[in-house]
């Protein structure tokens, strides 16, 4: 045996080739992983290392089963073209990867590092930690955070609400192509919360809400002998997990862009393969709202759809035909005359509606619900929110009831609000006078919303009504149509306490801004069109064409509009924090955002001008993008907002030109202040004074230093160029801040604002080089930079005696 050591020695000293190895779950600082050289977990249950998918030759950095022929769990989004790939650890925590010099993928963890090193974990999470660092809760960054189509014990999907980071499943675009497709599985945070399966930005399955015991969609979703399940909310964290009852056994959920289907498979030792245990959509009544509103799905029923008792086909030739899509309506409409006249109709055995309008409040019983539901006359049902034991919680839905499914034997009791004659009873009342809107109001309401009409009814008593007016018969048949609630003006007037000075919070070129609670306890923001303002009734119209049709994160949620008399109001969701430039620019407020809040609100403007830009149905161009015009959530996410101003471009259409220059000074791109010219390389310029302005804590108008700079582009121009850009820094944000991500901003920003709009980058680009280490172009010379004869910079001398510094939207300018 001695011997044998001996020449195990000897080969390796004489043949410098051969080499001893032994499997290792960590590298640090001084060491990388290249193509061909794997990390393996402790315990040898997972590989990290490079892999091909099948029918590519493409190499991808992945995680994968070390004793299970090739499965992957989970792929980081960078291909690259040969084996030249290479990962590493850099000085901030973050891991790289590299093809030759360029980077193809990047972590941003937001922490601080020490002494960072990785490892890849026996359940399967890679992490980045503090070398002596055990504590989860410290890691500076987890590929748990960051699903790809698989989801292992442990993994979470859902909210963290600190950070706003969501934790959702995504599927491969096809077996060849591991890069994210548009198929996932996401929960949105609706007041009554839950999950679906989506695709793109349509809802495909819903699985419904939590009820305390499983999701309202899945009532068969029982105990097993495999896995145990959690849901978690909290006010930090909202979601759902899954852990095993056996460590031996081997389990995973699996989203497939190709069958639209999600899976969980377990693994079968003996025969090497992976059994499916249970598979999604289980039928056609799982397909999101087939049968429309208040239609009711039943495999097991005589046809697949049918109404809610007391309801009828809202077209019975359609319905015959299996055209479900229309839905259903009730035999005897409400009306609202004496709502505490009104009953409930209890429907046993269903999955509970979609959720998008709903009020939770888990104090209530369920007796308390119904007093509250049937004293809104918005309020179209409710129930318990828990249904453990004997009922908790009250949960109650507005506007029509979709998405609705019967199961039999299981499922949960929703009580639907009815006419009291429906339900056996005569009302034994005088009917209230009802008015008809006039014909003069109903035709304003058709030209302001291209053929969205309908003559509706309210109490004469007007500071009663709590209806929202659903405008979803579109007669005119162009896709232009739209299907937007329209809301009564007593419901503001209520809401705002007629429009109180002390509800006011801001105002704009559009006129005042009020905050607003409606009796459902939402929270509402309503922006009154000024009678003296130029920005009239095609302003007003414009916006409401363009919101209702963009659905995205990072924009404001419209919830509806208001023309009644000479008022025009547009109502949207409230956001907590205000505007952007409201923290931003005050040197005491601006403390609350510091380097990763700012970074976030960078990431996430990029995201929604993408979005406007490429990704949306329409290709959108703001023209006004500015901080006041940047809406903060709770948790400081941010929303961009007015789209009073901006321009639909159809096709392949990318610029344009008007004889109307709208928008403002500070913000506008050389080309269309001057001549007229936008286009998205203008939102990108806008984008590019918003950058820096984050970065700086200052206005780039108004701005004057020591050294005379008219303007923050000029200042920021000089630093780059002396190799001083880090003074330009908000002294708030020092400690905070990493400083490769301050400079790559800073960098990005001076791109964006270059004097020629074919320099810019386009906002793909843009969004890249903020989530990426690539080598970035040297910015060129940036619009609107002064200098003197000698080089030095002087004050700025333009149109500043006629021109303000403050941020309203300017609408009288004329191109030259």
Same mark, same amino acid.
């Given at each position: 045996?001695? =011997?044998?050591?001996?020449?195990?020695?000897?080969?390796?000293?004489?043949?410098?080739?051969? #080499?001893?190895?032994?499997?290792?779950?960590?590298?640090?600082?001084?060491?990388?992983?290249?193509?061909?050289?794997?990390?393996?977990?402790?315990?040898?249950?997972?590989?990290?290392?490079?892999?091909?998918?099948?029918?590519?030759?493409?190499?991808?950095?992945?995680?994968?089963?070390?004793?299970?022929?090739?499965?992957?769990?989970?792929?980081?989004?960078?291909?690259?073209?040969?084996?030249?790939?290479?990962?590493?650890?850099?000085?901030?925590?973050?891991?790289?990867?590299?093809?030759?010099?360029?980077?193809?993928?990047?972590?941003?963890?937001?922490?601080?590092?020490?002494?960072?090193?990785?490892?890849?974990?026996?359940?399967?999470?890679?992490?980045?930690?503090?070398?002596?660092?055990?504590?989860?809760?410290?890691?500076?960054?987890?590929?748990?955070?960051?699903?790809?189509?698989?989801?292992?014990?442990?993994?979470?999907?859902?909210?963290?609400?600190?950070?706003?980071?969501?934790?959702?499943?995504?599927?491969?675009?096809?077996?060849?192509?591991?890069?994210?497709?548009?198929?996932?599985?996401?929960?949105?945070?609706?007041?009554?919360?839950?999950?679906?399966?989506?695709?793109?930005?349509?809802?495909?399955?819903?699985? !419904?809400?939590?009820?305390?015991?499983?999701?309202?969609?899945?009532?068969?979703? $029982?105990?097993?002998?495999?896995?145990?399940?959690?849901?978690?909310?909290?006010?930090?964290?909202?979601?759902?997990?899954?852990?095993?009852?056996?460590?031996?056994?081997?389990?995973?959920?699996?989203?497939?862009?190709?069958?639209?289907?999600?899976?969980?498979?377990?693994?079968?030792?003996?025969?090497?393969?992976?059994?499916?245990?249970?598979?999604?959509?289980?039928?056609?009544?799982?397909?999101?709202?087939?049968?429309?509103?208040?239609?009711?799905? #039943?495999?097991?029923?005589?046809?697949?759809?049918?109404?809610?008792?007391?309801?009828?086909?809202?077209?019975?030739?359609?319905? *015959?035909?299996?055209?479900?899509?229309?839905?259903?309506?009730?035999?005897?409409?409400?009306?609202?005359?004496?709502?505490? #006249?009104?009953?409930?109709?209890?429907?046993?055995?269903?999955?509970?509606?979609?959720?998008?309008?709903?009020?939770?409040?888990?104090?209530?019983?369920?007796? +308390?619900?119904?007093?509250?539901?049937?004293?809104?006359?918005?309020? $179209?049902?409710?129930?318990?929110?828990?249904?453990?034991?004997?009922?908790?919680?009250?949960?109650?839905?507005?506007?029509?009831?979709?998405?609705?499914?019967?199961?039999?034997?299981?499922?949960?009791?929703?009580?639907?609000? $009815?006419?009291?004659?429906?339900?056996?009873?005569?009302?034994?009342? #005088?009917?209230?006078?009802?008015?008809?809107?006039?014909?003069?109001?109903?035709?304003?309401?058709?030209?302001?919303?291209?053929?969205?009409?309908?003559?509706?009814?309210?109490?004469?008593?007007?500071?009663?009504?709590?209806?929202?007016?659903?405008?979803?018969?579109?007669?005119?048949?162009?896709?232009?149509?739209?299907?937007?609630?329209?809301?009564?003006?007593?419901?503001?007037?209520?809401?705002?306490?007629?429009?109180?000075?002390?509800?006011?919070?801001?105002?704009?070129? =559009?006129?005042?801004?009020?905050?607003?609670?409606?009796?459902?306890?939402?929270?509402?923001?309503?922006?009154?069109?000024?009678?003296?303002?130029?920005?009239?009734?095609?302003?007003?119209?414009?916006?409401?064409?363009?919101?209702?049709?963009?659905?995205?994160?990072?924009?404001?949620?419209?919830?509806?509009?208001?023309?009644?008399?000479?008022?025009?109001?547009?109502?949207?969701?409230?956001?907590?924090?205000?505007?952007?430039?409201?923290?931003? =620019?005050?040197?005491?407020?601006?403390?609350?955002?510091?380097?990763?809040?700012?970074?976030?609100?960078?990431?996430?403007?990029?995201?929604?001008?993408?979005?406007?830009?490429?990704?949306?149905?329409?290709?959108?161009?703001?023209?006004?993008?500015?901080?006041?015009?940047? &809406?903060?959530?709770?948790?400081?996410?941010?929303?961009?907002?007015?789209?009073?101003?901006?321009?639909?471009?159809?096709?392949?259409?990318?610029?344009? *030109?008007?004889?109307?220059?709208?928008?403002?000074?500070?913000?506008?791109?050389?080309?269309?202040?001057?001549?007229?010219?936008?286009?998205?390389?203008?939102?990108?310029?806008?984008? !590019?004074?918003?950058? &820096?302005?984050?970065?700086?804590?200052?206005?780039?108008?108004?701005?004057?230093?020591?050294?005379?700079?008219?303007?923050?582009?000029?200042?920021?121009?000089?630093?780059?160029?002396?190799?001083?850009?880090?003074?330009?820094?908000?002294?708030?944000?020092?400690?905070?801040?990493?400083?490769?991500?301050?400079?790559?901003?800073?960098?990005?920003?001076?791109?964006?604002?270059?004097?020629?709009?074919?320099?810019?980058?386009?906002?793909?680009?843009?969004?890249?080089?903020?989530?990426?280490?690539? +080598?970035?172009?040297?910015?060129?010379?940036?619009?609107?930079?002064?200098?003197?004869?000698?080089?030095?910079?002087?004050?700025?001398?333009?149109?500043?005696?006629?021109?303000?510094?403050?941020?309203?939207?300017?609408?009288?300018?004329?191109?030259?």
């Amino acid at each position: 045996m001695d =011997f044998l050591y001996f020449l195990i020695i000897a080969a390796c000293i004489l043949i410098p080739s051969l #080499k001893v190895s032994t499997a290792v779950d960590t590298i640090d600082l001084s060491q990388s992983i290249s193509d061909g050289m794997t990390l393996v977990s402790q315990g040898g249950k997972f590989v990290l290392g490079f892999f091909s998918p099948e029918n590519s030759s493409k190499r991808y950095l992945g995680i994968w089963y070390e004793n299970i022929p090739q499965t992957i769990v989970w792929v980081a989004n960078g291909a690259i073209n040969d084996s030249s790939g290479i990962l590493t650890v850099n000085n901030t925590g973050n891991l790289v990867l590299r093809q030759h010099d360029r980077v193809v993928w990047y972590t941003t963890s937001g922490k601080q590092a020490q002494n960072p090193v990785a490892q890849l974990l026996d359940s399967g999470n890679l992490v980045v930690r503090e070398e002596r660092e055990t504590n989860s809760e410290s890691y500076l960054w987890q590929s748990f955070d960051y699903p790809s189509d698989t989801i292992l014990p442990g993994m979470k999907l859902g909210w963290n609400l600190r950070t706003g980071r969501e934790w959702r499943m995504t599927s491969w675009k096809s077996p060849s192509d591991p890069s994210p497709g548009d198929f996932y599985w996401g929960m949105l945070l609706y007041n009554y919360p839950e999950f679906y399966l989506m695709k793109g930005t349509e809802k495909f399955v819903r699985v !419904g809400p939590w009820n305390g015991l499983h999701f309202s969609g899945i009532p068969d979703q $029982m105990p097993n002998p495999i896995y145990t399940y959690n849901y978690i909310s909290s006010k930090d964290e909202i979601y759902y997990t899954y852990s095993l009852k056996n460590d031996t056994v081997i389990t995973r959920m699996v989203m497939n862009q190709t069958s639209s289907t999600y899976n969980r498979y377990v693994w079968v030792e003996d025969q090497q393969f992976w059994k499916v245990y249970k598979t999604g959509p289980k039928d056609n009544c799982d397909t999101y709202g087939i049968c429309g509103p208040y239609g009711t799905c #039943k495999i097991t029923g005589s046809q697949l759809c049918e109404c809610l008792e007391k309801f009828s086909p809202k077209s019975s030739q359609a319905w *015959n035909s299996a055209d479900w899509n229309q839905g259903c309506v009730r035999n005897k409409p409400l009306n609202c005359t004496d709502k505490l #006249k009104d009953k409930f109709m209890k429907v046993e055995g269903v999955k509970v509606p979609d959720t998008t309008h709903t009020w939770v409040d888990e104090t209530l019983g369920l007796e +308390e619900c119904r007093i509250k539901c049937l004293n809104n006359c918005s309020c $179209m049902a409710y129930t318990n929110s828990d249904i453990r034991g004997a009922g908790s919680g009250c949960v109650m839905w507005f506007g029509d009831l979709i998405d609705i499914r019967t199961f039999d034997g299981i499922g949960q009791d929703l009580y639907v609000r $009815m006419d009291a004659s429906e339900l056996g009873e005569q009302e034994g009342h #005088k009917k209230e006078v009802i008015i008809i809107v006039s014909a003069t109001i109903a035709t304003i309401f058709g030209m302001l919303l291209i053929g969205c009409y309908r003559i509706y009814t309210t109490r004469l008593n007007k500071t009663d009504s709590t209806d929202i007016i659903e405008c979803n018969e579109n007669r005119g048949g162009s896709e232009d149509d739209l299907d937007l609630p329209l809301v009564d003006l007593s419901i503001i007037i209520t809401a705002t306490d007629n429009l109180s000075i002390k509800n006011k919070i801001g105002k704009g070129g =559009f006129g005042p801004v009020y905050k607003g609670r409606l009796v459902s306890g939402q929270e509402i923001a309503v922006k009154k069109l000024s009678r003296t303002s130029r920005q009239g009734m095609r302003e007003f119209k414009n916006e409401v064409k363009l919101i209702v049709k963009l659905q995205h994160r990072n924009l404001v949620k419209l919830i509806g509009c208001c023309v009644q008399e000479q008022d025009r109001m547009l109502v949207y969701e409230y956001m907590t924090n205000g505007s952007l430039d409201q923290l931003i =620019f005050d040197n005491t407020k601006s403390k609350l955002l510091d380097w990763p809040t700012r970074f976030n609100i960078i990431c996430g403007v990029a995201r929604g001008l993408l979005y406007l830009h490429q990704d949306s149905r329409l290709r959108i161009i703001h023209r006004d993008l500015k901080a006041s015009n940047v &809406l903060l959530d709770n948790l400081l996410n941010p929303k961009i907002s007015d789209f009073g101003i901006a321009r639909i471009f159809g096709g392949d259409q990318t610029e344009g *030109n008007t004889e109307r220059v709208v928008g403002t000074y500070g913000y506008m791109a050389p080309e269309y202040a001057a001549d007229g010219l936008f286009s998205v390389k203008s939102d990108v310029f806008s984008f !590019g004074i918003l950058l &820096l302005e984050i970065i700086s804590g200052k206005r780039n108008r108004g701005f004057y230093t020591a050294n005379h700079c008219p303007n923050l582009v000029t200042h920021a121009w000089s630093l780059w160029k002396e190799g001083r850009a880090i003074e330009m820094v908000d002294s708030n944000i020092e400690g905070s801040y990493i400083l490769s991500e301050v400079f790559r901003c800073i960098h990005v920003g001076l791109l964006c604002v270059q004097q020629h709009a074919e320099d810019r980058p386009a906002m793909p680009s843009v969004v890249l080089m903020l989530g990426s280490e690539s +080598e970035l172009a040297e910015p060129k010379e940036p619009g609107f930079y002064v200098k003197n004869n000698q080089g030095k910079t002087t004050p700025f001398t333009g149109q500043t005696d006629t021109i303000s510094t403050n941020e309203i939207t300017i609408t009288l300018l004329e191109a030259r």
